[in-house]
């Protein structure tokens, strides 16, 4: 079945950088709609930064410059780069693709930043 893995993750100072991996497993991410998301305890899930199938990138206000979404299409890889940490980027973080208007989930890597 179709899975989406992910790695990476972690506690980190503030100022700190951490790189998010997801790993695709037979759902091909070059032709998928990809995006990451998080969610912080007690608030909604959100869209932190997309990318479309032609490799356009967007991002949440709060995290451009900061974050940076990239794909490896040899690896199957779906990757996030976090740099700048702050606390209020503590979450959990999840990947997301979507292929034949189906979507897909990450399980979920959790994202802590202390201050």
């Known amino acids: 079945q179709v899975q989406l893995v992910q790695s990476g993750g972690g506690l980190v100072q503030a100022g700190g950088s951490l790189r998010l991996s997801c790993a695709g497993s037979?759902?091909?991410?070059?032709?998928?709609?990809l995006n990451w998301y998080r969610q912080a305890p007690g608030k909604s899930r959100e869209a932190v930064a997309g990318m479309t199938i032609g490799g356009a990138t967007n991002y949440e206000d709060s995290v451009k410059g900061r974050f940076a979404i990239s794909r490896d299409n040899a690896k199957n890889t779906l990757y996030l780069q976090m740099d700048t940490l702050k606390p209020e980027d503590t979450a959990v973080y999840y990947c997301n693709a979507q292929y034949r208007q189906v979507n897909y989930w990450g399980q979920g890597t959790s994202v802590t930043v202390s201050s």
């Open positions: 037979r759902i091909p991410l070059s032709i998928s709609a």
